[in-house]
């Protein structure tokens, strides 16, 4: 393609499908590897690529993280009360361990926010993180996005509150009833649109 505004090893998004690394750029079409999935390949015709609104998420310096979390509604409220601090805390500190990755801090300190209690999945919190780093260097990012949910879980696990479940579950909740409901947005770009994921 004569006009490349992307290049191997960057991770792109075509209009409002999937984000992509790219592996290969041929003459008839591109093939890349899934962001959420990096076993599934993708093949798209360069025809297709050069009409569409491409967004490079490597060339982005600041990315935003909103992961959504659900709590048990059974959780005590003076637990709750110490979750958004705590887990903003957890995902600042999950910073540390990278190098040239800068937490950027919010005014009040706190990043996390109870904003939904009729989610069937239970008590719903959300974070809306801003990170800034020194490279475009997706590879890390995803280490960073993984230490992040980890720090949380650990957070949740430190203060004995339990992941959320099926609503229908709560009546009779019992330890191996709780799944896993930690719900990532770290894998979706932000773009002009609004949607989640990756910073401006």
């Known amino acids: 393609m004569v006009d490349r505004r992307f290049s191997c090893g960057d991770l792109i998004k075509l209009g409002n499908d999937k984000d992509f690394y790219v592996d290969h750029v041929g003459l008839l079409a591109t093939r890349g590897r899934l962001f959420s999935g990096a076993r599934y390949e993708v093949h798209i015709p360069n025809s297709t690529i050069v009409k569409a609104n491409i967004t490079n998420?490597?060339?982005?310096?600041?990315?935003?993280l909103s992961p959504t979390i659900h709590v048990?509604?059974?959780?005590?409220?003076?637990?709750?009360?110490?979750?958004?601090?705590?887990?903003?805390t957890a995902v600042k500190e999950a910073t540390t361990a990278f190098t040239g990755v800068k937490y950027i801090q919010k005014?009040?300190?706190?990043?996390?926010?109870?904003?939904?209690?009729?989610?069937?999945m239970g008590l719903r919190f959300e974070?809306?993180?801003m990170i800034q780093h020194d490279k475009s260097d997706s590879q890390k990012w995803k280490r960073y996005m993984t230490s992040a949910n980890i720090a949380m879980l650990e957070c949740l696990q430190a203060r004995g509150i339990?992941?959320?479940c099926p609503r229908q579950q709560h009546e009779g909740l019992t330890s191996t009833s709780l799944g896993?409901?930690?719900s990532?947005?770290?894998?979706?770009?932000?773009?002009?649109?609004?949607a989640w994921g990756f910073g401006e």
Do not use: H, W, Y
């Open 162 to 164: 339990r992941m959320g």
């Open 180 to 182: 896993s409901s930690l």
């Open 57 to 64: 998420e490597s060339c982005f310096k600041e990315r935003r």
């Open 127 to 129: 974070l809306s993180v």
């Open 107 to 120: 005014e009040n300190g706190v990043c996390c926010e109870l904003r939904d209690m009729q989610d069937p």
């Open 72 to 88: 048990d509604p059974t959780t005590p409220a003076a637990k709750l009360k110490q979750l958004p601090i705590a887990l903003s």
């Open 184 to 194: 990532s947005a770290f894998d979706n770009p932000l773009t002009a649109s609004g």
